[in-house]
């Protein structure tokens, strides 16, 4: 069965660095676009980043632009959040999203904490 175990948040003061991993199974994940989505406090979830199958092209939310980078690794089954200059609106709990024909999977979460 399809599984996405997410692992890296964390607590990180504002400016600070972090990588989040989604490690997938139960499926071909090279033939597979992945996701990042977030959701903070009382807000909707919403999507963060995407990256193609084979990582050639990759989409972000226009508040973590050049910020935030999403990479995948197909050897692995993983793919990655780097976050970068992290501010305190990054605070969210963070998943790791698949679109597999008619269902939708969703990791665990880990949480991610920007405060000083």
């Known amino acids: 069965q399809v599984q996405l175990v997410e692992s890296g948040g964390g607590l990180v003061q504002p400016g600070g660095s972090l990588r989040l991993s989604c490690a997938a199974s139960g499926f071909s994940f090279g033939n597979y676009p992945m996701s990042w989505y977030r959701q903070a406090p009382e807000k909707e979830r919403e999507l963060v980043a995407y990256i193609t199958s084979g990582g050639t092209r990759t989409n972000y939310v226009d508040s973590v632009k050049g910020r935030f980078t999403i990479s995948r690794d197909n050897v692995k089954n993983t793919v990655y959040l780097q976050m970068n200059s992290l501010k305190p609106d990054d605070t969210a709990v963070y998943y790791c999203?698949?679109?597999?024909?008619?269902?939708?999977?969703w990791g665990q979460g880990t949480q991610v904490t920007v405060s000083s």
């Open positions: 999203y698949l679109k597999l024909g008619l269902n939708s999977y």
